[in-house]
């Protein structure tokens, strides 16, 4: 063992004892089970350690296990302030709930709750109830919920196509993000594929040549959400692809991704009310399919997500025949991809929202809606507040989380050109990492901020952020 000479600066660590026994050790008792304080304070000691291995001086004990104590107090999942102008931002949570759905969360959360208890009859009831009823009145159709889209596809193919053949374009099979593979879920599912046509273009024909009488159990379709295939294109229109599953009898499923319900309710046709909607998102809008009208097509089940376009929690909804509805509520796996009570509660809300058409009270409708010139108005106030280095330029914002591709939304941005020393990646760095953290999109040597998805209770602290960031970036090192 080598023995420590006097200058041994592991030696000049304090002990735990030592630690426990100062200003800070009492007031971290006094907060924190011993074991704790005890724990973090092995870890603070560990660190500094590290530190003399690495041969660099230790930091402060005192002040790294108070930072570790106080981090657990702190939760992971932070709130982002979101400038990017990507509405339904996958990797920021996609979409923000009404108040509705807070305050039901909030009711639901603490307490005990009907969930599947059926109070006028006194026995056990189904916890679908609870959206369906709201789900078929918007829809026309009866619906059921599980925990996401994925799930709900999973379902259906491992219920109506286990053992046998699904038909799918090959212009259809794609991945979504994050592994959600079209072929990948098919195969988990017990279904086997059959690539139908080309990538770039799929005919009616294509289905009819791949159809086996002894093994094609379903047409399945699929919104090509987060790509676009230009050029020589095509696929069959959904009410040809209908009437082919009828003549061979076999179901057709729609998988929409979306899910946009926005609507004025007025039968199958469903383009969303141009007056009602600014003119920056009506386009975007137009392109995306909605349920309603898959469903008038003649598709026999129909599958979104809950937290794209629809506005509310993760969920994965299934409307479309009863008896196919029926069919996978029997199947195990529906137990399985259950939806939680906090997450019926919340798309109860949002539901009652659309049928109310409290349509601005529904955060993602509302940031589509916003008219152009109010965005704009904004945007100035924003350059006002930062200064010099801020600009309000025309620019374009992206519905996102799997619509319609290449279909933007088009906005007003605070440009903010770094000055002298710095970099524009460099601010996006220094605003991220803040508190609140702030997102921003980078073009070239400009940062640009999108007011559209930021809400209005965030405005005066993104200005502030913004306006550290700039000082430091000019009085600190470039990053
Ligand atoms: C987003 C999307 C999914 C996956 O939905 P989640 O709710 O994220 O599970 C599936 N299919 C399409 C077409 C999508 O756009």
Known sequence: MAVASPSDPYRQLPSIDDLLR??????WLNRFPRSVVVEELRGALAEARRAIAGGREPAAVNAVADRRLRRLEQS??????????????????????????????????????????????????????????????????????VNNNAAAIFLILNELSAGGETLVSRGELVEIGDGFRIPEILEKSGAVLREVGATNRTRIEDYRAA????????????????????????????????????????????????GLLYQPLKGPSNDPPEDSLAESSSSALR??????????????????????????????????????????????????????????????????????????DIPVLQMLRVPADELRRRAEGWAAAIGSAAQVVPGRGLLGGG??????????????????????????????????????????????????????????PLVQAVRAALSSEESGPVG
């Open 211 to 258: 159809f086996d009488p002894e093994r094609t159990r379903l047409i399945l379709r699929v919104h090509p959400s987060n790509f676009r295939i230009s050029g020589f294109t095509g696929r069959p229109e959904v009410a040809e692809l209908v009437g082919l599953g009828r003549e061979l009898g076999v179901p057709v499923v729609d998988d929409l991704g979306s």
């Open 403 to 460: 619509s319609t591709p290449g279909q933007t939304l088009s906005s007003w941005l605070v440009a903010i050109s770094p000055g002298p020393g710095t970099t524009s990646a460099a601010l996006e760095r220094t605003l991220r990492a803040g508190e609140p953290a702030v997102l921003a999109r980078i073009e070239g040597d400009r940062l640009l901020l999108d007011p559209r998805t930021v809400f209005d209770a965030q405005s005066e």
């Open 76 to 145: 992971s999942l932070r709130p982002v302030i979101n400038a990017t102008g990507v509405v339904l931002h996958t990797n920021l949570g996609r979409a923000p709930l009404p108040r509705s759905a807070i305050e039901a969360i909030a009711q639901t959360a603490g307490g005990y709750s009907n969930l599947e208890y059926d109070l006028s009859a006194g026995r056990r009831g189904r916890r679908d109830v609870h959206a369906g009823t709201w789900l078929e009145r918007l829809l026309g159709a009866p619906a059921l919920v």
């Open 22 to 27: 100062t200003e800070s050790g009492a007031l």
């Open 287 to 360: 392109e995306e399919p909605t349920p309603r009208r898959a469903l008038a097509a003649g598709v026999d089940l129909v599958s979104f997500s809950g937290d794209k376009l629809l506005g509310g929690p993760q969920a994965g909804i299934i409307t479309g025949r009863a008896e196919l509805l029926a069919r996978l509520r029997q199947n195990p796996l529906f137990r399985a991809l259950r939806a939680d009570k906090l997450v019926y509660a919340a798309l109860e809300a949002v539901l009652r929202d659309y049928v109310l058409e409290r349509y601005d």
